[in-house]
């Protein structure tokens, strides 16, 4: 529902000249296809049936230690957010990693279907490090299936080539990341790449420095200047291309 709404709305208010590419986006789509998949195969129930079972087995701090249920939640999911901020940036500075990630960031377009282009490895990277966050925690359950929804629709959302009113872009890019924040994480520049790790909030990347400010009028290109042939946007080549 959210991937249709925000299609409506780079229609209506684009921050950026898009031309409509049913074959770009039917590569974003297979990725993102094979990335479920392969998640779901790896983790039947998702990432809150592990909430359950730690909860069932009494394991994690939040098991052994009596908080108050609200408590847990939001100290969940704050965990759970830093871990995926701290991650992101594994991705950008360790070799590897980056070969995986960079499959992300070697679009040459921005808009929502850009956030279903990760990497399948990347997909199944990122939900083993959730399961060990959620074993650790003893993470409710509520908490879990809040953070996954909420990290899904932040990432479709800050992925939009839409355009929002300055009144509100400001004021909301003091504590969430918008799609002007996120657009200078997919700058060619490496100085702006290598910036804006947040996908939900902004304030990791201020506290610990990484934060680059809105540029309202940002513009221009957009991904890696060595990975723009049409050969590097294939859909084997994306999968591939890690790994070479």
């Keep these: 529902g959210l991937l249709n709404l925000f299609i409506v709305l780079e229609y209506v208010v684009p921050a950026r000249r898009s031309v409509l590419d049913m074959r770009r986006a039917g590569r974003q789509a297979g990725m993102a296809l094979i990335g479920s998949v392969m998640a779901r195969?790896?983790?039947?129930?998702g990432l809150a049936s592990v909430a359950?079972?730690?909860?069932?087995?009494a394991l994690g701090v939040f098991?052994?230690?009596s908080w108050p249920m609200w408590a847990a939640i939001v100290l969940s999911?704050?965990?759970?957010?830093?871990?995926?901020?701290?991650?992101?940036?594994?991705l950008h500075r360790l070799p590897f990693l980056w070969r995986l990630h960079r499959v992300h960031h070697s679009d040459?377009?921005?808009?929502?279907?850009?956030?279903l282009r990760f990497h399948?490895?990347?997909?199944?990277?990122?939900?083993?490090?959730?399961?060990?966050?959620?074993?650790?925690?003893?993470?409710?359950?509520?908490?879990?299936?809040?953070?996954?929804?909420?990290?899904?629709?932040?990432?479709l959302f800050n992925h939009a080539n839409m355009a929002l009113p300055k009144w509100l872009e400001r004021p909301l890019?003091?504590?969430?990341?918008?799609?002007?924040?996120?657009?200078?994480?997919?700058?060619p520049n490496p100085i702006e790449t290598n910036s804006n790790y947040g996908f939900s909030f902004s304030f990791?990347?201020?506290?610990?420095?990484?934060?680059?400010?809105?540029?309202l009028d940002a513009d221009g290109l957009i991904g890696l200047e060595t990975w723009r042939r049409g050969e590097d946007q294939k859909l084997a080549t994306m999968l591939l291309g890690p790994f070479k």
């Design 41 to 45: 195969l790896a983790l039947g129930g």
């Design 52 to 57: 359950t079972y730690a909860d069932a087995h």
């Design 63 to 65: 098991n052994q230690i």
């Design 77 to 90: 999911f704050l965990a759970l957010d830093l871990a995926i901020w701290a991650q992101h940036l594994a």
């Design 108 to 115: 040459t377009a921005m808009d929502v279907s850009t956030a």
């Design 120 to 155: 399948p490895l990347e997909i199944l990277l990122s939900l083993g490090l959730k399961v060990i966050i959620v074993m650790m925690l003893g993470a409710p359950a509520v908490a879990v299936f809040a953070f996954e929804i909420a990290l899904g629709a932040g990432a």
């Design 173 to 187: 890019s003091v504590l969430f990341v918008t799609p002007a924040l996120h657009l200078i994480h997919h700058s």
């Design 204 to 215: 990791w990347d201020r506290i610990f420095r990484t934060y680059r400010g809105v540029r």
